[in-house]
């Protein structure tokens, strides 16, 4: 156990469906992330949060849709999605300005039919 | 880019052998981190080096930073099945964000 944890280990939604991931952290850190791994893909970062403030957003499509109520908890709304967005999407976070190491969650494998 | 790239993409090894990966990097860094995933899971962080450290051990790894030649490597000793995973190392800077590559596929075979 990491101390992220992420809901639902597996998803299977179609093109008009509206969906979220959620993600939370219980190590009081004070940063977020999510991160798309596609097969034969390196990681992209998706989206930062840094102290509930969202401060990379890497050109990802706005069927993708972040929200970070608090430090401990991140969401990732999903709606019209693509097949190519078929995925595992990781959640992390990390101390920003201490120990900088992330921690991952499990992730969340997606479908999308 | 601050992203990391590993070589080779993929090393078969026999238990007990040593496994070594490399990574190179285009910029300035604050620190290298190195992680492990296995297959369909989160990624597990396993070592930070800091820039102004040359080597540094955590159990049956080491890892080894040229800031002049901005590379690293990791060292696997004494292999075991288990440690089958890829392997993915990750230069960071103050901000904390991380750019990860394609990763080193390792395979340990029993």
């Known amino acids: 156990e990491t101390g992220v944890t992420q809901t639902p280990r597996h998803l299977v939604m179609g093109m008009t469906n509206k969906k979220s991931l959620k993600c939370e952290q219980h190590?009081?850190?004070?940063?977020m992330y999510w991160y798309k791994q596609s097969a034969k893909k390196p990681l992209e970062l998706m989206f930062v949060y840094s102290l509930e403030e969202r401060v990379e957003n890497n050109s990802v499509p706005s069927r993708f849709s972040p929200e970070c109520p608090n430090s401990s908890h991140l969401f990732l709304h999903l709606h019209t999605l693509q097949p190519e967005d078929s995925a595992l999407y990781l959640c992390?976070?990390?101390?920003?300005?201490?120990?900088?190491?992330?921690?991952f969650g499990p992730g969340t494998r997606l479908t999308v039919t | 880019s601050q992203q990391g790239e590993e070589d080779p993409q993929a090393l078969s090894i026999q238990e007990g052998e040593n496994a070594t990966m490399n990574c190179s990097y285009k910029?300035?860094?604050?620190?290298l981190q190195w992680y492990r995933q296995n297959s369909g899971r989160g990624l597990v962080h396993l070592i930070l080096?800091?820039?102004?450290?040359r080597e540094k051990h955590s159990g049956r790894l080491r890892v080894t930073l040229d800031t002049s030649k901005k590379s690293s490597s990791l060292l696997i000793t004494a292999s075991r099945a288990a440690d089958t995973a890829s392997y993915f190392c990750?230069?960071?800077?103050?901000?904390?964000?991380?750019?990860f590559g394609q990763g080193t596929e390792l395979s340990v075979k029993p």
């Open positions: 190590l009081g850190h004070n940063a």
């Open positions: 990750a230069p960071g800077n103050q901000g904390g964000k991380l750019i």
């Open positions: 992390a976070s990390s101390q920003v300005g201490a120990s900088y190491e992330q921690y």
């Open positions: 080096i800091r820039s102004n450290e």
């Open positions: 910029t300035s860094i604050n620190n």
